[in-house]
């Protein structure tokens, strides 16, 4: 009798770790639904702002009476610049929005080949449960009534910690791609300041090099950002924030000589800053809380751990 409590014991486990498996999963897909909903909205809308400045773009070099009243007033050239600057802004930001939502559809589609294959698991482990409950009536009494609750709940706080371990790992990727973005800004910011004092263009192209990273890790952390989210759906509410980098003005320095735009560019690397430390002190926050479940459940586990080794002995199992 014992023996096959042992081997359905081991098999439960792995049911259940299956099966606990399937309940994140459905968490997971009603988070990354929600978010597919709004990257969708997120590429409808860049895709507008970029075929408008497009097209603001193509009226210029096709010409026309505005173009030609530019061209009188001896503005056009520095028109067409702006507004070439203004298209390609709305392109990068588009094509980050179409990425993001590319990464969505395929994490749906993963999670939705894991959810097929579980559907047999719930079956046979509720098979399992009732002949478990017959052997525990033959073992008879409160201990085999206390080891069920105990096995029940260990398996539950077993899962309980991988779910939390796992979101804390996402977490830290989110952190260390946040952290990434802003060394680069701190480091454009710094290039920024000695562009300002006439560092020429060096310093400029040093500048642009670390927002073009910064650009660059930003979509890397907000895929992360989104994974991050993805993992605590089905942990505890917590809101995480998507993080937009802008376009910084990064082609101003080329174009146009003088103060005013070395002040524009340092003023929204500021503002990248500001925003990314934000979003990077909510991430933090957010890991001391999983860090702190995880020791609340450790305690817990181990408690329930060692009554049970305890009720065996004594049952003699």
Known sequence: ????????????????????????????????????????????????????????????????????????????????????????????????????????????RAVLGEKDSLRIDRIRRDALLEEKGELLKQMGGAAGARLTELDQRLDELEGQRREVGEAISAGRSAETALSSVLNSLDSAEDWGTWDMFGGGLLSTMAKHEHLDDAQAGIGYAQNCLSRFRTELADVQHMEIPQVHIGEFATFADYFFDGLFA???????????????????????????????MDGTLAGEQRGLEAERQKLLQDAGV
Do not use: P
Request: hydrophobic content about 35%.
């Open 262 to 292: 070395d002040w524009y560019v340092q003023s929204r690397i500021n503002e990248a800053q500001d925003g990314v430390s934000e979003v990077h002190m909510r991430v933090l926050s957010a890991l001391r809380q999983l860090e702190g």
């Open 1 to 108: 009798m014992n023996e096959r409590l042992n081997e359905i014991n081991g098999e439960l486990k792995k049911l259940n770790e299956a099966l606990a498996r399937q309940s994140k999963l459905e968490a997971q897909l009603k988070d990354l639904q929600e978010q597919r909903a709004e990257r969708e909205q997120r590429v409808m809308d860049t895709s507008r702002v970029f075929w408008e400045e497009q097209e603001d773009v193509d009226k210029l070099e096709k010409g026309g009476l505005r173009a030609l009243l530019l061209s009188i007033t001896g503005d056009k050239e520095a028109r067409l610049s702006q507004e070439r600057r203004e298209a390609l802004a709305a392109k990068l930001q588009y094509d980050q929005a179409q990425r993001d939502l590319e990464d969505i559809d395929g994490r749906i």
